[in-house]
């Protein structure tokens, strides 16, 4: 059994910060990568931002520059650093992570349960 829990969410002015977090736990062999994704009023979960096993980063276009993502390896834990929040990053955001529970086990996505980001102008 895994589990995935955020915490950091919260109600922030516009050009404010927000450190959210997301660790996993149960009786994990290895994680490919984690990621955070969110999903705003009436649209769809995309993604925001993705740290692989190797430290690699990826971000969404509306983010670059202003979110920066990390890991502990060691907490199986990973950050999300949000700086300069505008209104339009409001929503839920979830953390999922690629987890393989065992070697002879295929990876399986988890997910967490999301955690409320809003953002006032």
């Known amino acids: 059994q895994v589990q995935l829990v955020e915490s950091g969410g919260g109600l922030v002015q516009a050009g404010g910060s927000l450190r959210l977090s997301c660790a996993a736990s149960?009786?994990?062999?290895?994680?490919?990568?984690m990621g955070w994704y969110r999903q705003a009023p009436g649209k769809q979960r995309d993604s925001v931002a993705v740290?692989?096993?190797?430290?690699?980063?990826n971000y969404a276009d509306s983010v670059k520059g202003r979110f920066t993502i990390s890991k502990d390896n060691a907490k199986n834990t990973v950050y999300l650093q949000m700086n300069s929040l505008k209104p339009e990053d409001t929503g839920i955001y979830y953390c999922k992570a690629r987890i393989r529970l065992s070697p002879s086990i295929t990876v399986r996505e988890y997910w967490g349960q999301g955690t409320q980001v809003t953002v006032s102008s």
């Open positions: 149960g009786s994990i062999f290895s994680i490919n990568d």
């Open positions: 740290i692989t096993s190797g430290g690699t980063t």
